[in-house]
């Protein structure tokens, strides 16, 4: 599509239940980049993909994340046993080809509340 | 890794006013872009400045470069009340991109 989609835009989950989101670029971007927006504040760098591998993942957290790329499939981000501390705006973003320096496509967020 | 720092943290005026947002940062960079958030939104992009340049117009938006001291400015002239958002700057180095916790700028009608 022509624009980065993301699903779904609001997701609740009791704490210590499994969180999925979902991110299905822009067709043809070969580059994905998953952040974290917690209170409205910085972007939290988490991982990127160059299509299907991992490029970057220098910001996720060791435990509980995982994240995929796979062909002709969204890209997903998986938290396992959430804690509250996870609650935020996780936003998916995509550039066409190159390196991380160019400006990224967003898509609109999916809202994760832990309750 | 680089991250923008933008100042001030939040910022109110007039319709009409020009508005001014700094950045700085610590690395040196490959580029420094500038986005718009709107409420409930994602991140638009508004403007990249590379390392070799010092000034960037785009319509109503200025942006300055000074990689000497690590800082950039965005200035907005004329601003609109359609121009409320929050706005971040964005360090690229050779193979990422960081970026700062942003400015909520109000403009009031």
């Known amino acids: 599509g022509e624009e980065v989609a993301q699903t779904p835009k609001h997701l609740v989950r009791g704490e210590g239940q499994k969180a999925k989101l979902y991110c299905a670029p822009i067709?043809?971007?070969?580059?994905v980049f998953w952040y974290q927006q917690v209170l409205k504040n910085e972007f939290k760098f988490l991982i990127s993909?160059?299509?299907?591998?991992?490029?970057?993942e220098t910001g996720m957290p060791k435990e509980r994340f995982s994240a995929k790329c796979l062909p002709n499939s969204p890209c997903s981000l998986e938290i396992q046993a959430t804690k509250l501390e996870d609650s935020a705006v996780y936003f998916c973003?995509?550039?066409?080809?190159?390196?991380?320096?160019?400006?990224?496509?967003f898509g609109d967020g999916t809202r994760l509340s832990i309750l | 890794s680089q991250q923008g720092e933008e100042d001030p943290q939040a910022l109110s005026i007039q319709e009409g006013e020009n508005a001014t947002m700094n950045c700085s940062y610590k690395?040196?960079?490959?580029?420094l872009q500038w986005y718009r958030q709107n409420s409930g939104r994602g991140l638009v992009h508004l403007i990249l400045?590379?390392?070799?340049?010092r000034e960037k117009h785009s319509g109503r938006l200025r942006v300055t470069l000074d990689t000497s001291k690590k800082s950039s400015s965005l200035l907005i002239t004329a601003s609109r009340a359609a121009d409320t958002a929050s706005y971040f700057c964005?360090?690229?180095?050779?193979?990422?991109?960081?970026f700062g916790a942003g400015t909520r700028l109000t403009v009031k009608p």
């Open positions: 690395t040196s960079i490959n580029n």
């Open positions: 993909f160059q299509n299907e591998n991992v490029f970057d």
């Open positions: 400045i590379r390392s070799n340049e």
């Open positions: 067709k043809g971007h070969s580059y």
């Open positions: 973003a995509s550039i066409p080809s190159g390196t991380g320096v160019q400006p990224q496509h």
């Open positions: 964005a360090t690229a180095g050779y193979n990422d991109m960081r």
